[in-house]
């Protein structure tokens, strides 16, 4: 089992530009989170999907962001146009159940840095 | 809105002794609470969990322990190892969804 598999690892990239962060859940995992890291508010819910439908898009900050989950070994979250306050680490996480006592399994995340 | 919170972002631990990470929560619905642990450049990892109808749950060397009238938990590594420095993150279940404090780094020192 490869676990959560996330790329890139780290993103640089320039204000206004598009970003796009990959992810590949645990096979058989039919839930899928991403979240955000961020010094002041800690690990963030962006979005969750559930056999491939979102189920919960409170969390995404606002419309520049937006994600897609066409099938279910493949995640994609989109910035676009990004903005320095975007700059956060990103993790995908999945999970057999949601809400399950063991919680899930996160991926490495993706550094972005928005310059 | 910070349901969960963490006051202390760093914590310092001479090895062997015992170490204390804090959190606080708002959120009196809450039916599961988690502690996460994270290395640097790694994603989080599950440590330990209580339910809300227990006040303490023991794995090895640590122990969480939940005081539902303070809306408080706790977790206590003995003895603390140099591998345990890392980021803590507590989380809280309500529902299907969980929500994470900021995190404590812990730093055990040799």
Redesign the interface.
Known sequence: DAG?IQSP?HEVTEMGQEVTLRCKPISGHDYLFW?RQT???????LIYFNNNVPI?DSGMPEDRFSAKMPNASFSTLKIQPSEPRDSAVY?C?SSAE??G?????????TRLTVV | D?Q?K?NSPSLSVQEGRISILNCDYTNSMFD?F?W?KKYP??????LI?I?SIKDKNEDGRFTVFLNKSAKHLSLHIVPSQPGDSAVY?C?G?T?????????TSLTVIP
């Open positions: 959560v690892r979240y010094m002041m508010r800690g690990l963030e819910l919960d993790f996480a949601a809400g006592r063991r919680g899930y399994t996160f991926g490495s995340g | 910070q969960v963490q599961y988690l996460y450049a790694e994603g989080p990892t599950f969990s339910s993150f989380a279940k529902g299907n969804q969980f929500y994470f404090g900021t995190g």
